[in-house]
Nanobody
Framework: EVQLVESGGGMVQPGGSLRLSCAAS????????MSWVRQAPGKGPEWVSG????????YYADSVKGRFTIFRDNAKNTLYLQMNSLKPEDTALYYC??????????WGQGTQVTVSS
């Protein structure tokens, strides 16, 4: 089955850290650019970060630059997002997404991140 499964979310205090994982299966993970996208309650989706096929090129939204790190392990078919110095405004449902030439064509079910004291 072609799917993405996120994990690693949870509740953390401001300033804390979490590492999200996205396990890919059913397709050649190493052949796709991948991204993390989040959606906060009552807001639209926000692109967070992206990693090119080889993982050497990475991109970040200004809101997370310097705090989040995206990386991928193509041997394990897994995408990660290391999140440090978390803020309450990072609270959202985080999705990983596969990028096809026409747009995002595969999404996981999401993992909830809540930053609160």
């Amino acid at each position: 089955e072609v799917q993405l499964v996120e994990s690693g979310g949870g509740m953390v205090q401001p300033g804390g850290s979490l590492r999200l994982s996205c396990a890919a299966s059913g397709f050649t993970f190493s052949s796709y650019d991948m991204s993390w996208v989040r959606q906060a309650p009552g807001k639209g989706p926000e692109w967070v970060s992206g990693a090119k096929i080889g993982g050497g090129s990475t991109y970040y939204a200004d809101s997370v630059k310097g705090r989040f790190t995206i990386f991928r392990d193509n041997a394990k078919n897994t995408l990660y997002l290391q999140m440090n110095s978390l803020k309450p405004e990072d609270t959202a449902l985080y999705y990983c997404a596969r990028l096809a030439w026409w747009g995002y064509d595969l999404w996981g079910q999401g993992t909830q991140v809540t930053v609160s004291s």
